[in-house]
């Protein structure tokens, strides 16, 4: 088991990133973090004793739900694939500086998340009682608290 466990939720603009230390059993830290800081982040942790996951959207079945009209949908799409291509280069870089990166498919939230895609008032909740972080977030570093949850 590593001593790191490292969280990504992949975002064009800024990332949402969570480090949980197994040894002290605390947090690192938890916020969202642009493309070209994130391995200044990860600098104090040993490659050799951390592991890095990254949720891969692109690991899902292609959907074509996207709803709304022609442009609305044409925007989602969009923006959906800068975030793959995001989190394909981030994981590239990472395993590049010598950190074991295992891409993941994203994990279902069920009632923690709305339709919209944003965290329900109850995943808040659980967030925040199930990692003790009770600072401001937005929602990308809230998938990436709850990868670690899942992964440590």
Known sequence: MSTHIVAIDPDLNASG????????QKWTFAKSVSIENLLTELKDLDPAETTVFIEAGWKIKKSNLRGGNYRTAQAKARNVGENHATGILIAKIIRGAGYNVVEFSPLRKGIFKKLSGSWSDLGRSYIENQSGLTHRMNDDVRDAIYSVLHFR
């Not at 990133?17 to 002290?24: D, G, L, R, S, Y």
């Open 17 to 24: 990133v969570a480090a949980w230390n197994n040894k002290t």
